[in-house]
């Protein structure tokens, strides 16, 4: 069973740029999460897909982040205009409703460099 | 806020049991406990979770107090693939979504030869 694909792996970009990260999750799980994780802590939420809807966004800074899950499969994580803090690793993940472990299984994850 | 407390480091010797300490004394009576690990530039992966039973599965087990404040996550013959930052997590049982995973600073493992 193929895990679930990231791509860019890294990215390096100037302050007030814009990048966009790819996230395609395993196949048949209906929920799609987006992480950043800064260097030396745990990974934070984002935001929350089940099929192509949002369930919880509450951690995603809106005024230069967003995100869209179209057609309930893949995802893109957006950030315009870039700032130094938003330096980070970029995970993304997907689970399974209804399995028993509610296991998250993440990608490998992007590394933004902002500079 | 983390709900959970864990050691910012430990060492292991390899091949000995691993024993993983947390502190969950804030858990309600439907938040289970989760344990993930991040391998050095990869993404986390789950391990283990319970309720208030005692666990095992192939990776390790988890043992839960009575009172549920607290756990211990053990790997009982550990390696130097081991080495990773676990993280121990309580999560509620959602209602109507999945799960959501709030982590902390977790645990660094260094298991040394």
């Known amino acids: 069973e193929a895990g679930v694909a990231q791509s860019p792996r890294y990215k390096i970009i100037e302050k007030r740029q814009s990048v966009a990260f790819w996230c395609n999750p395993i196949?048949?799980?209906?929920?799609l999460y987006w992480y950043q994780q800064i260097l030396g802590q745990g990974p934070k939420l984002l935001i929350q897909?089940?099929?192509?809807?949002?369930?919880?966004d509450s951690q995603l800074p809106k005024d230069r982040f967003s995100a869209e899950r179209l057609k309930g499969v893949d995802s893109t994580l957006k950030i315009q205009p870039a700032k130094l803090e938003d330096s980070a690793v970029y995970l993304c993940?997907?689970?399974?409703?209804?399995?028993?472990?509610?296991?998250?299984?993440f990608g490998p994850g992007t590394r933004l460099t902002v500079l | 806020d983390a709900k959970t407390t864990q050691p910012p480091s430990m060492d292991c010797a390899e091949g000995r049991a691993a024993n993983l300490p947390c502190n969950h004394s804030t858990i309600s009576g439907n938040e289970y406990v989760y344990w993930y690990r991040q391998i050095h530039s990869q993404g986390p992966q789950y391990i283990i979770h319970?309720?208030?039973n005692n666990e095992t599965n192939e990776m390790a087990s988890l043992i839960i107090t009575e009172d549920r404040k607290s756990s211990t996550l053990i790997l009982p013959h550990a390696t130097l693939r081991d080495t990773a930052v676990y993280y121990c997590?309580?999560?509620?049982?959602?209602?109507?979504?999945?799960?959501?995973?709030?982590f902390g600073s977790g645990t660094q493992l260094t298991v040394l030869p």
């Open positions: 897909f089940q099929n192509n809807g949002v369930v919880d």
């Open positions: 196949s048949g799980h209906a929920t």
């Open positions: 993940a997907s689970s399974f409703i209804g399995q028993g472990s509610d296991e998250q299984f």
């Open positions: 997590i309580v999560s509620p049982t959602p209602s109507g979504s999945a799960r959501q995973l709030t």
């Open positions: 319970g309720l208030k």
